[in-house]
């Protein structure tokens, strides 16, 4: 029977590396083994439980969650051959300051390591024990901080996932290539009037929005992966940096190894949370389906649909401003109906 219980150190355990991990003169976390092969940090005994946990929800006849990019209605933008276009003509800045804003976003994930989970078994009925539920604050949520923004006691030197997006725009652009965009306050979905788990205590509604509010930022984010990766393998791009470019899909690749542990914990604990029956505070009974769902679904509304229209509005308008303001009005006007139109086939397949 596979193990379902584990301490704090086992779930922050690393392997061995051959080989430490650096890339534009970062020093960073994760490492290589003999053969070559990136090894994501932290997850010596933390795949093996995600696995666990997810083989036993499914024999009890639960399925997982649908945390992939079939859950995003519009596509990203702009798209890749519109960015190729971008950068082709000089506007390079829009990727640098895409590359800039993840990676300080990134290292706002830090203090997911500080956060205190509260004991789960508070609200739900079956143990907890063998669930990823009952590890949310025994090293889940620690290593998942120090993922995203470092600060892992045994190793605070090495840089986690903001230093490595940094990584990626330094290889292909340069550090100081253009002056620092201003960053989003929060890009989760923002809180409603009202309660909308009132059948849960406060505390734990919280809790669950943010689970849902991180698994949804982590499938937004495959699909910036999957476009970073798309542009800097595209011959017609950085045609005078190839192996730089190629450097950067590379470490792009490593962070998208790394987000995978993330997606997989946060949707099997999930997922559990829903096949479980949770505690009202009236002092009653729920399925965990019946509660949560209609938030899920709101959540998914958002991030898939709504977030990544106003995440357009605002490029484009900034794509607008800078295209005229460099090319003037008159061919200003033509670049932009180019741009526009290598996105009408994307938007209509979306």
Same mark, same amino acid.
């Given at each position: 029977m596979a193990k379902l219980r584990y301490t704090r150190?086992?779930?922050?355990a690393s392997h061995d590396f051959a080989r430490p991990h650096e890339a534009a003169g970062y020093r960073l976390h994760g490492?290589?083994?003999a053969d070559g092969a990136y090894v994501s940090p932290r997850v010596r005994n933390r795949w093996p439980a995600v696995e666990a946990w997810s083989a036993a929800l499914e024999a009890r006849g639960w399925p997982l969650l649908d945390a992939t990019t079939s859950l995003l209605e519009l596509p @990203?933008?702009?798209?890749?051959e519109q960015e190729r276009l971008l950068l082709g003509a000089g506007f390079g800045q829009f990727l640098w300051n895409s590359l800039?804003?993840?990676g300080v976003i990134e290292a706002r994930g830090k203090q997911l390591a500080l956060f205190e989970a509260p004991d789960m078994q508070q609200i739900v009925v079956d143990d907890v024990a063998d669930a990823a539920l009952g590890h949310l604050g025994k090293g889940l949520f620690e290593a998942h901080g120090w993922d995203e923004g470092g600060g892992d006691a045994r190793t605070p030197e090495l840089g986690a996932h903001d230093q490595m997006w940094f990584a990626v725009r330094d290889t292909v652009f340069g550090k100081d290539a253009y002056p620092l965009p201003e960053v989003p306050e929060n890009i989760s979905r923002p809180e409603a009037a009202g309660r909308e788990l009132a059948d849960l205590p406060p505390g734990f509604e @919280?809790?669950?929005?943010?689970?849902?509010?991180?698994l949804l930022i982590e499938v937004r984010a495959e699909s910036f992966f999957a476009f970073c990766c798309a542009v800097f393998r595209d011959p017609a791009n950085f045609t005078d940096r190839r192996a730089a470019a190629e450097q950067a899909a590379q470490i792009v690749e490593r962070i998208r190894q790394d987000e995978q542990s993330h997606v997989a914990y946060l949707r099997v604990a999930l997922s559990e949370l829903r096949s479980f029956t949770l505690k009202?505070?009236?002092?009653?009974?729920k399925p965990?389906?019946?509660i949560l769902d209609p938030l899920w679904t709101q959540m998914v509304e958002w991030h898939g649909r709504r977030e990544r229209e106003l995440a357009r509005e605002r490029t484009r308008a900034e794509i607008a401003r800078q295209v005229s303001a460099r090319l003037g009005e008159a061919r200003g006007r033509a670049f932009l109906s180019e741009f526009d139109a290598l996105g009408e086939g994307a938007a209509v397949a979306a």
């Open positions: 150190d086992e779930l922050i490492g290589f083994d @990203a933008y702009p798209n890749v800039t804003v993840t @919280a809790l669950i929005k943010m689970l849902m509010n991180v009202t505070v009236s002092g009653g009974r965990g389906a019946e």
